[in-house]
Each structure stands twice: as structure tokens, then as C-alpha cells.
């Protein structure tokens, strides 16, 4: 815990750091040294000074005139040098603020004294299992209200997309990792699937798909070939399938019907990320959504039926794979490859939820640009 070892600034001594030999900015109680940043700022060193020994909160949020990635409080990061003393308090009881202000300073951020993320209000993966303090959320971000029943809320509440998207990509912990009403009513343990539904209701059709498809190959070989291009098929979908079609977000129609059918796809687990029982996807919904693939698949291998099955199969078999991942990431302390993976994945849901879309590999968010981590620094 560095941040709490660090000096504290008056106010007076912040706004002397004024120039580009010394330019300190605050954020909050933080203060950061951004002197070397200031020839690598996009916006030119004098954007900076402007607000040299001022406080940045505002411009680093409003979006509209300088919209600034994650990477930039990761910068702010590095650079944090102290805090800011309370009130006008001199050198003298120095000291003493310091002390109170970094305790202050722990709460409010969480525990860990990182920088909360000012877009989804977390600073750590351990944030997305705090607790929720449910009246206070409720009153401070008038989004929803944990206690009573979701569905009706998204549906009734009247939002703007740019405020729905705002507050659903903010992550909430309800209860312990309980799951939170949704309907209220006995609609409510259909919306509930437990991990293990995945595997039981679908390895099966795979199995039986591909033994239809067997029967059109001489040569088993063959089968497997079909069936391993479609798992990888599947890597490609599910890149695409979460970054444009769960995040259509910028696309999504501004009205009940587009907010609704966002928080039923991907919404709700941004919201509530650790919920157990709204992680992997309901049959139903996978039915629905696997349909047009079952389509295509037989549009594009028009000449060979069992080749068509065979690719889909692949698929289908890849989708159990994800699911499973993604729970599994989200639940289990996993080792080796999958520790890596779990650290990106739940980076996309506290840090930065515009990109790291690869739940079982980054190798599309390599390829499309979207990677987390530290390219993501580079492009600042
Ligand atoms: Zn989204
Ligand atoms: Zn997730
Ligand atoms: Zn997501």
C-alpha cells in the first residue's frame, strides 16, 4: 500500500506546482506529478498546464471534449505522488492530515489505494465482490433499486441509453453474490441457470450431430477436421458476438425495447458480475441465438450436408467450452494459462469494458485492436 506512505500538500504548495519544470494536478485528495507526461499528452502540453496545480475530475470525465481511455489513470497511477491536505492546513500539522486524509482516502477508494476507475467506479478485480451498499447506490446513481424486482425497473425507468450504458457497465455486488430479483414473482427461477445446465442439456446434441455427420465420411479424419475448424470457427464468434452484439451499445436503439433486450444479453452481467446463476447463457436464449448459425452453416456447406453438421458441431462444442470458461474465470482461482485469462476478463468488466472481448483467448483483441493491458498504454 504505497498510497498511504505518501506526503501531503496544501493547496498553496499544489498550485505552485504550476510550469512545465514542476506540474502538478489533483484528483480528489490525490495529487499527481504529471511534469514528464506533459510532452507525451495527445492534446499538447499546454492542455495540461491549463489545468496545472488545479483539480482534473471534470475535464478527465466529460467525455464530449477530451474523452480519455483507461490508460490515462493509469498514468495518473504512476504518477501519484502525494495527497492533499484538508482544509488550510499548514506544514505544521502536516503530520497529522496526512494521516486522516489517507484513511479517508482508503475508504472511499476501496481498500487497496488504487485509483477508482471513474467510469465503472471499481479500482480492483477484488471490488466486483464488495458488497453493494444498496440504499446508497440507489440514492446516489437513481439507476436501480437492488431490493425490488430489476426487469420492471429497466423496462419502466425511462432511461436515456447514454445513462443506462453509463450505469450498467458500473459493476454491483448483491448480497454475497446472492442472485438479485429480477421479476419478484415464479417467473424467477427461469432466470436462473446454474453452470452445469451447459454441458448436460448440449454435449449431448453435439454428440448425436456428429454422429449424423459421421455418416457421410468415408474417412474419420475428415470428421474431425470439419469439427475442429468449427471450434475455431467459434473463437472468431464469440470475439464478435460479445463486442458488437452484447456491447452493440454506441448501436443500440435509445428506447425500452433496445435497454431491455441489452440488460437481458450482456447488461445484466456487467451489472452484476458475480451473480452465479446470470452467467452462463439459458438455453433458450442459446436456442434462439444458434438458430441463424444452424442456417448459415447449411447456406455455406449447401453441397455437403454432414460437413455443415460436422462445422457446427465444432461450434456448438466451442460455445460449451466458453461458457464454462467464463464462469470459471469469473468463480474458481484457476492456475497457469487460465490466471492470465481470468486477470483479462475481469479487467473488462472493472476496468475497461470497451475492450478485451476474447473470453477464452485474446488472440482476436490481438488481431482487432482491441487488447487489454499494456498496448493499451502505448496508445494513450
Ligand atoms: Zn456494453
Ligand atoms: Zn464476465
Ligand atoms: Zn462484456
Redesign the pocket.
Known sequence: MPGRTLPTFTLAEVESHNSTKSCFVTLGKNVYDVTDFLDSHPGGADLVLEYAGKDIKNILEDEASHAHSSAAYEVLEDSHVGFLSSGAGSAANGKATSTAVANGDGTANGTNGRLPHPRTGMSSEEDLSKDTDITSDYKTHKFLDLSRPLFPQVWNGGFSKDFY?DQ??RPRHYRGGASAPLFGNFLEPLTKTPWWVIPVVWLPPVAYGLSLASEGFANPMEVVFCFLSGLFLWTLIEYFMHRFL????EWLPDNRVGITL?FTL??IH?YLPMDRYRLVMPPTLFLALATPFWKLAHAIFFFNWHMGTAVYCGGVFGYICYDLTHYFLHHQNLPLWWKQLKKYHLEHHFLD?ENGFGVTSPLWDKIFGTELGPRAKKNL
Do not use: I, R
Request: hydrophobic fraction near 35%; aromatic fraction near 16%; glycine fraction near 8%.
Open positions: 450504458l450498467v457497465h452484447f456491447h452493440l451499445d441489452h450482456h447488461g456487467h469494458y
